[in-house]
């Protein structure tokens, strides 16, 4: 639970012990006045009764609300720090394929201006290219969320093309680039943008219902 839930409870907790403390008082002053002006003959006799039992009947609906409000307040908190950790998910994704999709824009770029197997442009981008690969195979399948799991697996089949495309533009004396290939980088770089759309619709949606239960 994060520090901003404490403190809500917290301050909901308060602000149900007050208003259960204000209306016991009045309850309470309302049965004992009612009590004392049916002995005085101010109220009829069975006024004192009546009072009693409206007393009782609000004992028992305190009695009942205050564990279902505490059962209520226990499920939007643990909502709240599931759809916390979704978003954590999916930001910690996008930022993946964002570096990733700029990757193959990159890559996209220097094929067409650097055709040379010599050029330093190339030789950087095929470096990236691996450390990407490298840097996604550290990252375990379960540190996301399970609804991210698809996008992370998807990522690494990406990435293990662009390593073997890198592995391609460091060969001797030039590297062949065929056009069917150059096809396929750039439909891996839509389907990173597909996947980056479909990844900020569920943010949507998923901030949405945070931010509702926040407020």
Known sequence: MNRWTSDKAIRYGFTLLWLLAGLSAVVWTIVGSVGYWARKGWLPADTAGWAQAFGAIVAIVVA?????????????????AELKQRLDGINATFALMNHF?????QLIFVISRHPHWSSPARKSIAHELKQSAAMLREIPVTALSNEMVHFLVGLREVSNYGEFIAETLNQFPEPIISEDTVKRIKGQSKLIDKWMEELGELDDDVRYRYQLIRN
């Open 101 to 105: 999709c700029g990757t193959f824009r």
């Open 64 to 80: 009942i609300a205050i564990p279902f409000y505490q059962n209520q307040l226990q499920l939007r908190q643990k909502e709240e």
